[in-house]
């Protein structure tokens, strides 16, 4: 490059200058005015696709900042992929569309049908004005640490359902690590979805499932069709990949002792099952509903009539199955999470459970 082409690359560095605002009495931290003020350069034109911009050196010299506060600035820009570093060239302007929309971490316990009801009529409520990352942790406290760590201070909003196992695949809706990564999330950024359990402080937006009482409110609706059955069976996989709260046990137990029913837990749907006349199952996993349905089949009794089933947590298959279900309402959750970010509401809603009567009961 010749002299000449330092010059005018030194001015033009230069001149980006005259775009940053920083204010030495705002008690927003100096790295986050470095992040908000590149950002809304480029929602405003004045920063474009593939612009280089100043190095960590020459922004801490122009601005008497240290450098590792520029450092820490650049670092979040990375993260959200709106610049790039090139080894011996600098730091590049990479995207400019998206950029003046509001940027949401999804972190989900697992890929279900229903999480992603929620995650669909979620990111369809907020319309286009948003850019939403999926996540999935899988139970593991481990991974989700680790992705709560990466994308510290990347992202306007953190949408999290805390749902963990214990290494002997236990459900836990909590540790001391979890709740310490996520009381460092702002107040005003956290969307505690599904599991009310974490007890965080402060006012967040919070919209849960109360699974003890859930269950039993669901069946409680469903009474007079269930007294219809002489024995009730709550498959609940004790040790599942991804496992269920043990509040739904608490609630299904404290409904049949009030109302003075036979009932059994087992872990799964066994081939071979002993079915009865009578006998109505209430079952969590697909899997162990498939069988039942096949069982029942096979062995000639009527759905319904004879032997009765519930599933837990509604899916359009289901619905056309005839499949009478106790479930949340997964796209309102969606909807209820996008509504308060959007009217920047703050509280505690509890999430409608019911008890849906279709031709299985």
């Known amino acids: 490059m010749t002299q000449l082409g330092f010059i005018d690359l030194n001015k033009l560095l230069k001149n980006m200058f005259k775009y940053i605002s920083i204010d030495e009495n705002s008690r927003i931290p100096k790295y986050s005015q470095i992040v908000d003020s590149i950002i809304q350069n480029i929602s405003s034109g004045n920063l474009k696709m593939d612009q280089k911009i100043p190095s960590i050196n020459q922004f801490s010299e122009e601005f008497y900042l240290s450098r590792d506060t520029v450092e820490k600035a650049y670092n979040i820009l990375k993260e959200r992929r709106i610049i790039t570093s090139i080894r011996g060239k600098g730091y590049y302007i990479t995207r400019t569309k998206l950029i003046s929309k509001v940027n949401i971490l999804f972190l989900i316990n697992k890929l279900s049908s229903y999480k992603m009801r929620v995650y669909n009529s979620f990111i369809n409520s907020l319309g286009g004005n948003s850019h939403t990352d999926l996540h999935i942790y899988h139970c593991d406290k481990t991974l989700f640490l ?26 836990i809706s909590m540790t001391d690590e ?53 024995k009730l069976f709550l498959i609940y996989p004790e040790k599942s990949v991804y496992p269920y709260p043990k509040r739904i046990l608490h609630g299904f137990r404290k409904f049949c002792v009030q109302n003075s029913r036979d009932f059994e837990i087992l872990d799964e749907i066994y081939d071979d099952m002993v ?23 096979d062995k000639e009794y009527c759905i319904g009539k004879e032997i009765g089933v519930i599933s837990y947590n509604d899916t359009p298959l289901k619905e056309l199955l005839g499949i009478t279900v106790i479930s949340t309402d997964f796209k309102l959750m969606g909807e209820t999470a996008a509504r308060m970010i959007l009217n920047k509401e703050k509280g505690k809603i509890k999430n409608p459970f019911n008890f849906i009567d279709r031709e299985s009961l």
């Open 146 to 171: 680790n992705l709560l760590d990466k994308n510290k201070s990347a992202y306007d909003y953190y949408v999290i359902m805390p749902h963990f196992k214990t290494e002997d695949l236990r459900h």
């Open 178 to 230: 979890v709740v310490q990564a996520i009381e460092a999330i702002p107040k005003n950024k956290l969307i505690l979805m599904d599991n009310n359990k974490l007890e965080i402080n402060g006012s967040v937006i919070e919209i849960y499932q109360d699974f003890e009482n859930d269950i039993y409110q669901a069946l409680s609706e469903g009474l007079n069709k269930i007294l219809n059955y002489k």
């Open 275 to 297: 079915l009865k006349k009578g006998d109505l199952f209430i079952t969590i996993e697909e899997s162990d509903l498939v069988n039942l349905v096949k069982q029942i089949r």
